[in-house]
């Protein structure tokens, strides 16, 4: 019983720290609708410019009480400075882009700030002093329990009274609190919007890196930190309500306490125990614990038009190259034909995921679970029955779109990032199948053997089969965006209202679509791991979908052919630049942020522009 | 220090024609002249784990300059094209693939995640070219999915849980508690250690396990859970990041105190020097004793190392140096770049260690190297832990008889 009493405490000390750096995400959500990727990037900052201030220059040497909590402070300050020069030279520029296409300038931030942390600070792990006042433990119910946890514990609730204060008894609250609401309202009633955004920026940033700083005595600064806590992050937002701080509170306690029972419980699948979680909540309260339903949509949110088809010259030299492009093939030897192979792949999966985010209007962050759902498939009917190729090829999408369908059914019921999480717990939780399943899928260490049929194994022959497949799954994707299924897709996004007026069974449309977006995906997984020669559980795991993601938004949602350029794009980027130079990730993030910055309608959106000023 | 060390020819080619059409330019050499270098594509998740595999390089392009200098192989110079796979096996095979098509390298290498080695022996295997795995630990690389073309040089799982229980038998702890990233190296670690030190104890039990997430410890839970349990000795498999993290909240909750714990690769510095002043005391580790292991050949490492790169080396750099003398010493015997003179050269190949203790030998049998590691006790001397009362331990004295070895691994 003891022990289950300081169980639950060490569940308070997460608990606080998780809310820290998840109540200025929600703030920063609320105020400016920016999903902030490098939200996690910043929580790392905080705790290696701790980790400096620290044990390195002036306040070192001061030492003792302030040197400690001075450092401290000091870096949450400079993190919280950091975040506003970001929002006032990236972010501000692309508040008019489409939504959550400033994902993709957040993300570049995090591969950036992965290359610099690890050259300024070195690749070796961190370990911070202990806080004075604060080492040791005391007795409590017979059993030790650090005195630096409970001064977390206590952090949480004193942070949250304070943003409370802020938020309900100053102006600047009061103004944050309306933004949230009604941002175009705000700003018609004279408020200055540029200093609103700028400032609660700083304040999200300074709460992340307050919260990596307090991390300090407790664990090592590392180079992980980001990606390890950026997910979680997301999860109390999401549980708690978008932009809900007594939500994030309560949903950071919730997911503190199931860590630490979890681990008695359940010591296998403690992290696929938070994604359980929030798939409950979000099945049974669409907008979190303490979230609000939106309003509806403000009027700046027009209908985005109607894709065109490419201009007549931009079609045909596309057209001309993809012949010229088959023709040559036998000419290029084995390495491009590996890597066309896996463009086409790449391709039909963005292309997949376009058809739920363009005329869906759905975000999804979490397509790779139907990709590694026809791969797992085929390599499965592969290992345990001995199907060949063909069999595997021609199953995985049916099996694909079967978990899409199962999926679906709960996700499109939502709306916007609630939906996109949702995606997300789903395909933790596939993964976690995958992962542990060792018997039936081999755990991490996965399916291998599974090569084409004999007539496929040559280069030449598999990349035609690729392309083929591919070219075939595009199309067919084309023409559901073009047919009356399509048109119903559109119409359903860019008013539920009056679409169902007209008859259009919104839900029924959008699970449809979800699960033969579903299949597609799917028949991409199965290729690529004929291609690879095996199935990992990495193939459903979060960095597969972000890169589906990042294609969809490189290319720009709102065009047919985005998708198509942005995996070519980020692919053809990736491979080149880790080729060239150690630095990829710092090379790869510069060149995302130049394009978000320069194409703010995506790639193929700049294209059709520059064709249609031609024309 | 730049990753890639290709020749000009290849560097032009990728910059005045980036993009895949660089690799139809890229006909075979079909003969090389004398004296043209034999280039090894080295692959490794050099982003996912720097702290690793940098002082990895480091060796490895140590001991390819000591082979360049003696002359090379046979007056050929060696050669080595690194590649980044992310820590993504997917990735790795791509690259394996660019690596003999494009690079035209004659030997694959590297590896540190299972995964990615396991993905890189069945690549090897289906495209029957040769394949050294240097640092991944899974048993089933040269066991239940070894093949004709993949040798593997570090101590395996098995290996160094066998060390360990060694000692462990010793101890007059009973109540074992397990913790161990929830990954294969984790699990099959924490199933050979049960195996072999109940055959060797049948009085021992085990009274509970840890599995917390690879990266992603909740320490303070961890150690609250494995007090619950009472354990007269613990069994650790956790490193880098989750050690740290776990040994300190152990510290602060004493968790350690009055226990006996065995712990795999904790003594080796790549885990003991960011322990600083945490490191716990009298710990059994497995590891390598760096500061303390002289001898001519060692002695000589260090310092050459420590000249080159003005730090000392790490337990990776020895792997790093190693795989490269044994292909070194593989290509000297097979005096050829084919594959399959390269296979029969491998087996049954010896080579002097890094670390000075003599030959060690890839056996024939299931292509293992018979490197060892060091077993002893964690100290803390001032304000840095290391390893003391330490000796080296064969592989060759560690692994499961012939028979059994046959029985798992798929005869070809």
Redesign the interface.
């Given at each position: 019983m003891e022990?289950l009493a300081?169980?639950a405490l060490?569940?308070l000390?997460?608990a606080s720290s998780l809310f820290l750096v998840a109540s200025g995400l929600t703030v920063i959500f609320g105020v400016s609708r920016i999903v902030n990727f490098a939200h996690g990037s910043l929580y790392m900052l905080g705790a290696y410019l701790a980790w400096t201030f620290v044990s390195h220059g002036p306040l070192a040497e001061l030492g003792g009480f302030w040197g400690f909590w001075g450092g401290v402070l000091l870096a949450a300050l400079c993190v919280g400075a950091l975040g506003a020069a970001l929002e006032m030279t990236v972010l501000r520029r692309i508040y008019h882009a489409p939504e959550l296409f400033q994902l993709l300038a957040t993300f570049a931030l995090v591969l950036i700030v992965?290359d610099v942390a690890?050259l300024l600070w070195g690749?070796?792990?961190?370990?911070g002093p202990r806080a004075p006042l604060l080492r040791?433990?005391v007795e409590i119910l017979g059993?030790?329990?650090?005195r630096y946890?409970l001064f977390l514990i206590a952090v949480g609730p004193v942070v949250l009274g304070l943003l409370w204060l802020l938020f309900h008894r100053t102006r600047f609250g009061i103004l944050l609190r309306a933004a949230t609401q009604d941002r175009e309202m705000v700003s018609a009633l004279g408020v200055d919007q540029r200093l609103l955004f700028t400032a609660v920026f700083f304040l999200g940033a300074a709460l992340a890196g307050l919260g990596g700083a307090l991390q300090l005595p407790?664990?090592?600064v590392?180079?992980?930190m980001d990606m390890?806590i950026i997910v979680e992050a997301f999860v109390v937002v999401v549980i708690g309500g978008l932009g809900s701080l007594p939500g994030a509170f309560l949903a950071a306690l919730l997911i503190g306490e199931l860590?630490?029972f979890g681990?008695?419980v359940f010591?296998?699948i403690?992290?696929v125990l938070v994604f359980l979680v929030m798939a409950v909540v979000l099945v049974l309260r669409p907008h979190g614990l303490l979230g609000a339903p939106p309003g509806a949509p403000p009027a700046s949110e027009q209908a985005p038009p109607l894709p065109r088809p490419l201009p007549r010259g931009l079609r045909l030299a596309t057209l001309g190259a993809l012949a010229a492009l088959l023709l040559a093939a036998p000419?290029?030897?084995?390495?491009?034909l590996?890597?066309?192979a896996?463009f086409a792949v790449f391709i039909l999966f963005a292309a997949s995921l376009h058809l739920i985010m363009g005329p869906g209007g759905m975000a999804s962050f979490g397509h790779a679970a139907y990709f590694g759902a026809g791969a797992y498939a085929a390599g499965l009917l592969l290992r345990h029955l001995a199907a060949p190729m063909e069999m595997g090829l021609l199953l995985a999408p049916f099996a694909a779109g079967l978990v899409g369908l199962l999926f679906g059914w709960f996700c499109v019921r939502l709306s916007g990032v609630y939906a996109a999480m949702l995606t997300l717990a789903f395909a933790q939780i596939a993964w976690s199948v995958a992962?542990q399943w060792?018997e039936v899928t081999g755990?991490?260490?996965?399916l291998?053997?599974i090569?084409p049929s004999d007539w496929a194994r040559g280069?030449l022959a598999f990349f035609y089969l690729s392309a083929a497949l591919c070219g075939l799954g595009v199309w067919l994707l084309r023409r559901a965006i073009h047919a009356p299924f399509g048109l119903a897709l559109r119409a359903q996004r860019d008013s539920a209202l009056r679409a169902e007026a007209i008859g259009i069974d919104a839900f029924r449309i959008r699970w449809l679509a979800f699960a033969y977006a579903a299949a597609f995906a799917g028949l991409a997984g199965a290729l690529?791991a004929f291609g690879?020669?095996?199935v990992?559980p990495?193939?459903l795991a979060i960095?597969r979908s972000v890169d589906a993601l990042l294609m969809v938004l490189l290319g720009g949602v709102q065009t047919v052919s985005g998708p198509i350029l942005g995996a070519i794009a980020y692919a053809?980027l990736q491979e080149?630049l880790?080729?060239?130079?150690?630095l990829?990730?710092l090379l790869l993030g510069l060149v995302i942020l130049a394009l978000v910055l320069f194409f703010p309608r995506g790639l193929a959106g700049a294209l059709a522009q520059w064709g249609e000023k031609r024309a | 220090m730049?990753?890639?060390q290709t020749d000009a020819r290849g560097l032009r080619r990728?910059m005045l024609l980036?993009?895949?059409?660089?690799?139809?330019l890229?006909?075979p050499a079909v003969l090389r002249a004398q004296g043209s270098p034999i280039r090894i594509g080295e692959i490794n998740s050099?982003?996912a784990q720097?702290?690793f595999l940098?002082p990895y390089r480091n060796g490895w392009l140590l001991a390819q300059e000591q082979v360049n200098a003696a002359g090379g192989i046979g007056g050929r110079p060696l050669e080595t094209v690194f590649?980044?796979d992310?820590g993504?096996?997917?990735d790795a095979?791509?690259l394996a693939?660019?690596l003999?098509?494009?690079e035209r390298v004659a030997l694959l290498a590297g590896g540190y995640l299972?995964?990615v080695g396991?993905?890189l022996a069945?690549?090897a295997r289906?495209n029957k070219r040769l394949y050294a795995a240097s640092e991944p630990l899974?048993d089933?690389l040269v066991w239940s999915?070894g093949n004709r073309y993949t040798f593997r040089l570090r101590p395996s799982t098995y290996m160094q849980a066998a060390m360990l229980v060694e000692e462990a038998a010793r101890l007059p702890a009973k109540r074992w508690a397990t913790v161990a990233p929830?990954?294969?190296y984790g699990?099959s670690a924490v199933k050979w250690f049960r195996e072999l030190l109940k055959a060797k104890r049948p009085d021992v039990e085990f009274v509970g396990?840890?599995?917390?997430?690879l990266?992603?410890i909740?320490?303070?839970?961890?150690v609250?859970?494995l007090?619950?349990m009472k354990p007269e000795g613990i069994f650790n498999v956790t490193f880098?990041?989750d050690l740290?993290?776990f040994v300190?909240?152990g510290n602060?909750?004493?968790l350690f105190e009055c226990r006996a714990v065995a712990s795999m690769l904790s003594g080796e510095p790549e885990y003991l020097?960011?322990?600083?002043e945490?490191c716990p005391d009298g710990w059994i580790v497995t590891g390598y004793p760096r500061d303390d292991l002289d001898n001519p050949t060692h002695t000589a490492l260090r310092d050459a190392y420590r000249a080159k790169y003005n730090e000392l080396p790490r337990c990776g750099s020895i792997v790093g140096y190693d795989t490269v003398q044994a292909i070194a010493a593989m290509l000297r015997k097979a005096n050829s770049t084919e594959t399959e003179a390269m296979v029969e050269a491998f087996k049954g190949i010896r080579y002097q260690t890094g670390y000075g203790t003599g030959e060690v030998e890839f056996r024939a049998l299931d292509h293992q190297a018979t490197l060892g590691a060091f077993v002893g006790r964690t100290k803390l001397e001032g304000r840095r832990g290391r390893m003391v009362d330490w000796r080296y331990a064969d592989g060759a004295n560690y692994l499961p008889g012939d028979e059994q070895v046959r029985a798992w691994r798929p005869q070809e």
């Open positions: 022990a300081v169980q060490a569940g000390a997460s992965q690890l690749a070796d792990d961190k370990f040791g433990a059993l030790r329990f650090p946890e407790r664990e090592a590392t180079l992980h390890a860590h630490a681990i008695l010591p296998r403690t992290l000419f290029l030897g084995d390495y491009p590996i890597l066309l896996d992962f060792v755990g991490d260490n996965g291998l053997g090569w280069k690529f690879k020669g095996s990992f990495t193939y960095p053809g080149q880790a080729r060239v130079t150690e990829w990730r | 730049t990753l890639l990728r980036a993009g895949i059409a660089a690799g139809a890229a006909r050099y982003t720097p702290a940098g590649r980044d992310a993504r096996p997917e095979v791509r693939g660019e003999l098509n494009a299972s995964n396991l993905a069945d690549f289906q899974t089933a999915r929830n990954y294969e699990q396990e840890q599995f917390p997430a990266g992603r909740d320490a303070g839970a961890t609250q859970a007090e619950r880098a990041t740290l993290n300190r909240q602060t909750r004493g020097e960011p322990l600083g945490e």
